[in-house]
Each structure stands twice: as C-alpha cells, then as structure tokens.
C-alpha cells in the first residue's frame, strides 16, 4: 500500500548538478530512516546518503561536501541535492524509507524504482 516515486534524474556534465525527489505516498503513519543508493553498470549497489527521522546525516566518502540528502515531513518526501558532478556519479539511483503504515505496525523497508542519473561530456 506504499509506493515511492522518484524524480529528478538526466543527464548533465560535469560539475553540474541535479536534484532528486522521492516521494512517499499510500497508507503511511510516519517514516523513519531514508536513503539513497546508487548502482553503476557492473558495481554493486552502494549507500549514497542516509537521514535518521531525527535529521542525523551520513554520507558515502565519495559524496560527501557535494552531495546534501534532506527531507520534508510534511510531503514525505526524501531530496538529494547533487553538485559538482562527477562521470564516476554515472548510476541509477534508488531511494529506499522505512516506513510505519499504522500506530500499530512495525516499520517496512520500501524502495523506489530508480532512476537514471548519467554525467557525461
């Protein structure tokens, strides 16, 4: 009953910069923890950006100073701010959210369906 849309993803060159979005939506009762991963052809799927429900960050060293994970409450929704952009960025990126659907319930790891981002001349 929960479903994460992401956006935000294209191309652009080096050293620019994008952002993405992803929005939680469905029977949600809060959220907890969301992240960013990253997968590049033939590499494993790798933690880009993490943010407790408390606002606490945590970055892969390859991202850090050029990348700001945020989020909005009120939307549920996870944002990844992407600057200085590398070729070696070049991945599809997921988001994932842990997710409470009710009072009751215990919280669910919920992905989203990726999207393409690709920095390249």
């Known amino acids: 009953q929960v479903q994460l849309v992401v956006s935000g993803g294209g191309l652009v060159q080096p050293g620019g910069s994008l952002r993405l979005s992803c929005a939680a939506s469905?029977?949600?009762?809060?959220?907890?923890?969301m992240a960013w991963y990253r997968q590049a052809p033939g590499k494993e799927r790798d933690l880009v950006a993490a943010?407790?429900?408390?606002?606490?960050?945590n970055y892969a060293d390859s991202v850090k100073d050029r990348f700001t994970i945020s989020r909005d409450n009120a939307k549920n929704t996870v944002y990844l701010q992407m600057n200085s952009l590398k070729p070696e960025d070049t991945a599809v990126y997921y988001c994932?959210?842990?997710?409470?659907?009710?009072?009751?319930?215990?919280?669910?790891?919920?992905w989203g369906q990726g999207t393409q981002v690709t920095v390249s001349s």
């Open positions: 994932t959210s842990d997710i409470y659907s009710s009072f009751f319930t215990s919280a669910r790891s919920y």
């Open positions: 943010i407790t429900a408390g606002g606490t960050t």
């Open positions: 469905g029977t949600i009762f809060s959220i907890g923890a």
